[in-house]
């Protein structure tokens, strides 16, 4: 969709509720951009475009927040998301190779031709000189922003600055801000590294006294994003503009100098820039969250300022993020993803987070082919255009997901070695950064989160072994040993009436540790194929590969003879009692493809932890024994069945059974909550039983207030906060309850 101009967009964004008049009359000495930055930062309905009708000291409208939302920009684009814009480039990206056999190809390549290339139309009359100002033009007449309390001055700051290099003739469409010196003239900050600076060097290499410039203000959304792209040096912006909204941009030739602008432009400001005049801009508060320093640079000459009958001002603030301009910049990291892998085929995807403020962080995932591959990644995006300003780039594996930023960080802070996965590079910096010593470059930081492959010179010795071990931990969730040790020490206290042989308890604690550890690691094998393919399991060390199937199975079989080894050493019944204990470990990884009571199975499976550490003691099977059993059970079934619930539609899809596929979320925790009660009557059943002392009664109060405060910070409908820290949480149950088990001994 092209919007014939930028009233159009503003049209759309009003049917939709995603824009609010403002009538009070605002200042535009700061009041209007702190308006402005509070309801960027706002989520969801909140944050809005806003157009300020009654600005003091002014006619013009102003307005601002315009592109401030992922929303706000799929919709200037005319497209559900932004990804949209990115397939169509894909599409046309994959032009066919032409021979004899394929010549017929040729057809479909004058289409997509045609699609593709919107050359500029040129107009002699146009709304944008309804009003033509050539003898006293006034800056003064628009309302041009003061932004941040320090601010050298007012600055234009969504401005397109037209100019076109002396050698070629070729057009550069670029955003620079404009501080207003005074009616007639303004800063031009071309930083070095810009095209817009490049023509006026070569201007006065050619020794050339002025280089002339226009600046439009207020375009269709499409054009006024195109000044933005950090296209190729021989691109024209106006042709790319042209691509992005499927229909060519209406120029016009400007009064007093020869450039052709948007003719449907609010305002343009016609001019020229000294070649031999600098003049102190700056500072201006900046995506950093600092002010940029003042320095000189070029001044901008107003010889005509020509308009609309009764024109709209746009501009936008610049701060700390999320600002308005960051989802420019996250247009450019989706429409620009074809070109990029076209470049660099093994790039999955790419994410360049708010918080690096356009430049600053780049995370990309690839498809890792050969040894230091990630190296590769990182020089390469350095070494394209605007990329050279990138001050981190985090490369990790194809089946990382980069937009999600907590997996990200994961990787980073987990599996990288400082010393062979850091790479410190110097080079160009953003002329805004304001952390290098050096003013335009300075050092730059690589990080290789991916797999370590041996001959990228796998870790020998002992960091070696500890890498290893850190990955089994990993893969049989070591932590997650507190929910059935307790217990099962539990057990073997109560089964001694509160003095457990120590010898009895630490084969106890061997065994336990062994069973659970040989369960989690064939649940991890058992499950890869369908772990692979869920992101919140992207951490397991299988998934990664830091584990690998027969490494899996060693172990396995090495915790299955530890276990053998310390069952021996307690009450004989126990060796011969193991083969049905062993059962339901072994059977629970694939009763999720049987049905969906496979919650049970594991309840079991961990409850035979208390069970096995009361037989160790008395070889005897007990009621109390079977009572803590099945509270046991009951109790990790339950929360288990809650974890599980959000990944109904996953399971549903890959044919596997849960409560929740069985009965809905809301039926899973509803049965959750029904055996949480069981199993806390269970509980105090036991203390009844036992006739433990009070103490065992707070701790069992105190597992049940934790039972209670996860059913009501989860449900149904929210599963945000069922995460890692909400299944730890559950150890609080089985820590609480034997402590107070143990301390209802000693009163």
């Known amino acids: 969709m092209a919007y014939k101009d930028l009233r159009e967009y503003i049209a759309a964004l009003e049917e939709r509720g995603l824009l609010r008049r403002i009538t009070a009359e605002v200042d535009p000495e700061l009041e209007i951009t702190e308006i402005t930055d509070r309801i960027s930062k706002r989520e969801g309905a909140e944050n809005v475009a806003l157009l300020f009708e009654n600005v003091k000291g002014s006619k013009m409208p102003v307005l601002m927040n315009a592109f401030g939302s992922y929303e706000r920009m799929a ?161 024209d912006e106006m042709v790319f503009a042209g691509f992005l909204r499927h229909k060519s941009v209406e120029l016009v030739k400007c009064i007093t100098v020869d450039l052709e602008v948007p003719a449907t432009a609010e305002i343009i400001l016609e001019g020229y820039v000294d070649t031999d005049e600098m003049r102190r801009e700056g500072p201006f508060g900046d995506h950093t969250g600092y002010y940029s320093l003042a320095d000189d640079y070029p001044v901008f000459h107003i010889t005509a300022i020509t308009h609309r009958k009764d024109p709209i001002y746009a501009a936008t603030v610049v701060g700390r993020p999320p600002m308005e301009d960051c989802f420019l910049a996250k247009a450019t990291e989706r429409i620009f993803l074809p070109l990029l892998k076209q470049m660099l085929p093994e790039v999955v995807d790419v994410n360049m987070p708010l918080e690096g403020v356009f430049h600053d962080c780049v995370v990309v995932s690839i498809k890792k082919q050969f040894p230091m591959h990630a190296r590769k990644v990182m020089h390469a995006l350095w070494g394209m255009g605007q990329m050279m300003n990138v001050k981190m780039i985090i490369v990790v594996d194809a089946h990382v997901d980069v937009q999600n930023m907590k997996e990200v960080w994961w990787r980073v802070f987990n599996n990288i070695d400082a010393k062979y996965d850091l790479e410190i590079v110097q080079g160009p910096l953003d002329v805004l950064d304001h952390s290098s010593p050096m003013a335009k470059w300075g050092s730059k930081l690589g990080i290789d989160a991916t797999k370590t492959w041996p001959e990228e010179g796998v870790r020998s010795g002992l960091s070696w072994w500890m890498e290893r071990l850190r990955a089994h931990m990993n893969n ?106 062993a059962v339901p470990f072994l059977i629970y990884p694939y009763m999720k493809r049987v049905t969906g009571w496979v919650h049970l199975f594991l309840g079991i499976a961990i409850g035979m932890a208390p069970a096995g550490g009361w037989v160790a003691v008395t070889g005897k099977i007990e009621l109390p024994m079977f009572v803590l059993f099945l509270a046991v059970a009951l109790w990790i079934a339950a929360f288990d069945a809650m974890y599980g619930a959000q990944d109904e539609a996953f399971d549903r899809s890959q044919g596997l059974h849960s409560l929740a596929v069985s009965f809905g979320a809301r039926g899973a925790f509803q049965i959750a909550r029904a055996m949480h009660v069981l199993s806390i009557l269970l509980f105090i059943a036991l203390g009844a039983m036992m006739r433990l002392h009070w103490p065992y009664f707070i701790g069992v109060a105190i597992a049940a207030a934790t039972l209670i405060y996860q059913h009501r910070i989860a449900g149904p409908t929210d599963f945000s906060r069922v995460t890692q820290v909400y299944f730890m949480r559950n150890g609080i149950v089985s820590i609480a309850i034997f402590v107070f088990t143990w301390i209802s001994y000693m009163v």
């Open 75 to 235: 919709l200037a684009f005319g497209v559900e998301k932004l990804d949209d814009v990115a397939d169509e480039l894909t599409e046309i990206l994959k032009i066919p190779h032409i021979s004899l056999q394929n010549k017929m190809n040729l057809m479909t390549l004058i289409p997509m031709a045609r699609k593709a290339i919107n050359f500029p139309k040129y107009v002699k009359n146009a709304p944008c000189q309804e009003v033509i100002e050539t003898e006293n033009p006034n800056l003064d007449e628009i309302p041009i922003l003061k932004c941040w309390p320090d601010d050298g001055g007012p600055f234009v700051t969504l401005p397109l600055v037209f100019t076109k290099n002396p050698e070629t003739g070729k057009r550069n469409v670029g955003m620079y801000r404009l501080q207003k010196y005074d009616s007639r003239t303004t800063g031009m900050h071309w930083h070095i590294h810009k095209n817009g600076a490049e023509n006026f060097r070569a201007m006065k290499a050619q020794g050339g006294k002025r280089i002339e410039a226009a600046v439009a203000i207020g375009t269709d959304p499409v054009v006024t994003y195109a000044a933005t792209a950090p296209l190729p040096r021989d691109i």
């Open 476 to 581: 049989t969730a070591f932590h997650h040993t507190v929910f059935s040790l307790p217990f099962a020490l539990m057990g073997a206290l109560l089964a001694a009436g509160g003095d457990p042989p120590l010898g009895t308890l630490g084969w106890v604690v061997l065994a336990i540790t062994a069973a659970r550890s040989a369960a989690l690691a064939l649940d991890n094998l058992a499950d890869l194929k369908y772990d692979k393919q869920q992101p919140r399991l992207a951490y397991r060390a299988m998934v990664q590969g830091r584990v690998t199937k027969k490494e899996a199975l060693v172990f396995i079989g090495v915790c299955l003879l530890v276990l053998i080894f310390a069952v021996l050493q307690v009450h004989p019944v126990c060796i011969r009692l193991l083969p049905f204990a």
